[in-house]
């Protein structure tokens, strides 16, 4: 008797689950779910029209991936309400992770698969400059540096994914909700980026690993370093 199984359709659930996932990470990241509010998962399936099975599992992935947190001893789920300093905290440890992962990637190179996805990832980078377009550049941020941490052969670097995707997006954040003239200069910062990711990508793919891990380094440095200006700024000149 043979005990193969036969070709199986998935279930539409999954699908499903993602749309949810990417909605409420958005949400978040657009400040529509506030740092700090409780997420009731009754109220929050009513109002996205979905039953609490998907929702139960795009909050797991959420957790999983640092955008909610439990609060009250365990009991309810909250987006999470990063300050700066955590952020900053997150950002000295992706300057070792980042600059590790390009470093191996560059020594054992990359496939045409991972390339592809490096350069479609630079692509939505720069079409996303606009101030109108930066939710979408979160995930494209993301994808860049998980994308190459993932390329790394070293699965220990893998447990360090969610870290990097969170912090490149909550970035992307910290820079929507930002007004006047402080907006403009982080506008003017991702520009500048655009031109570190590309010397990061064109270190990983020349094979040059010291130079992949210096780019990698001062790239995620800078954008520590702005945080850090803009803080400052921020304390000379209240609101």
């Known amino acids: 008797m043979s005990t193969a ?21 958005n949400l978040i990241l657009d400040g529509m779910l506030a740092p700090g509010l409780r997420l009731l998962q009754t109220s929050l399936a009513e109002k996205l029209g979905v039953s609490r099975t998907p929702l139960r599992e795009a909050l797991r992935v959420l957790q999983h991936e640092g955008f909610v947190e439990f609060i009250d001893g365990n009991k309810t789920l909250a987006v999470v309400d990063l300050s700066v300093e955590e952020l900053l905290e997150m950002y000295e440890l992706r300057e070792v992770v980042d600059g590790l992962a390009a470093r191996l990637a560059a020594k054992q190179g990359i496939n045409s698969a991972t390339a592809k996805r490096l350069h479609r990832a630079l692509v939505e980078l720069r079409r996303a400059s606009d101030p109108r377009a930066l939710t979408r550049r979160a995930p494209a941020h993301a994808d860049f540096h998980a994308t190459i941490a993932e390329a790394s052969g070293n699965r220990h670097m893998l447990g360090q994914i969610p870290m990097i995707r969170f912090t490149a997006q909550m970035g992307t954040r ?10 403009l200069e982080a506008l003017m910062r ?6 570190n990711h590309g010397a990061i990508l064109q ?8 130079k992949a891990e210096r780019a990698a380094r001062d790239h995620i440095r800078t954008t ?5 200006r803009q803080r400052a700024d921020e304390e000379r000149h209240p609101a």
């Open 224 to 228: 520590a370093d702005a945080i850090l």
């Open 203 to 210: 270190a990983i793919e020349e094979g040059d690993a010291r």
């Open 5 to 25: 199984l036969p070709n199986l359709a998935p279930f539409e659930r999954t699908r499903l689950v993602d749309e949810v996932t990417h909605r409420l990470r």
């Open 190 to 195: 991702i520009e500048e980026g655009k031109g």
């Open 174 to 183: 910290y820079v929507q909700h930002l007004d006047g003239q402080a907006r």
